[in-house]
């Protein structure tokens, strides 16, 4: 079984990206995200079920699909309450909102696809007052616009997207990332916790949270440095994303280009906002020239 306990209340499914468990009670559970698919959501109830939990709520650390695929289901059979953060409430209950950010414009048929646009799910607004005794949440913004984490009882905190375990950080250097200024205030949020565990969504549990987050902060300058490096003489976006696809072994397809594209245009919004890059238009064309 994928169900591993972390302390007296915290528990994980380790599935594509984790699911946190969390005992309210001796029979009641909150669950921290519901993986990619309808699949994960079956999966997260059979599990439950077998341990004799009823599922009380449901708290969504952000509205990526691989994060609420599970939602639309566990709802629809249990009737229970989803929470997120306002901005990501916006986007869990009109999940093509996210192929539309991520495309920049009216998305096309390649892009409505069940890994970019999950079922709806309908989603009341995270707060303080709704969540059981013993859990804590806490703002993780930079990884999109306002992703949370949740500390339980045993004192282990459940990082979301806002760093990648070493693993996952030394296969996929690039991260998606939407806000770099603040995923980088977020990172030393993180550096600045005395946890006993801390459970990334993506890749291994860690116990050095200065440690990963420094794998995670030189990844993201080096990536800084390499757009530097592209934009020496002038290059644009298009030039820049080939660059990063053949330098990072991507390969590229509609959704690749699209979640690729949006990470980098946060990363050149950071760099011209910062005076590390400016833009010329030459001929109705886009540049970006590194200063
Ligand atoms: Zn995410």
Known sequence: MKLKKLGDKTYIIDSHNKVGIYLINKTDVAIIDTGLSDSVGKEIMEICNSQNWQIKMILNTHSHPDHIGGNHIIQEQLKVKIYAPKTEKIFIENPE??????????PHK????????????????????ILPEGLEYFNLPGHNSEMVGFKTSDD????????????????????????????????????????????????????????????????????????????FKKATFETILKNIF???????????????????????????????????FTENEQFWITL
Not at 97 to 106: A, D, K, R
Not at 117 to 124: D, F, I, Y
Not at 159 to 179: M, N, T
Not at 196 to 218: A, C, M, Q, R, T
């Open 97 to 106: 909102l996210t192929s539309i950010i991520s495309y920049g414009g009216n």
């Open 156 to 231: 282990i905190y459940f990082l979301a997207d806002a760093v990648a375990g070493e693993d996952i950080i030394k296969k996929h250097e690039l991260q998606f990332i939407y806000d770099i200024q603040k995923y980088f205030e977020t990172l030393d949020f993180i550096k600045s916790l005395d946890g006993k565990l801390f459970v990334p969504s993506h890749g291994e549990n860690f116990i050095d949270n200065k440690f990963i987050v420094k794998l995670n902060y030189d990844n993201t300058i080096n990536i800084i440095n390499y757009i530097k490096k592209i934009c």
């Open 246 to 280: 053949e330098t990072y072994n991507l390969k590229m397809d509609f959704i690749q280009y699209s979640f690729i594209s949006l990470t980098i245009k946060g990363y050149l919004t950071y760099m011209l906002n910062n005076d590390m890059l400016k833009v010329q």
């Open 110 to 129: 390649y892009l409505n696809n069940p890994y970019l646009v999950p079922k709806a799910s309908v989603v009341n607004e995270l707060s303080k007052a």
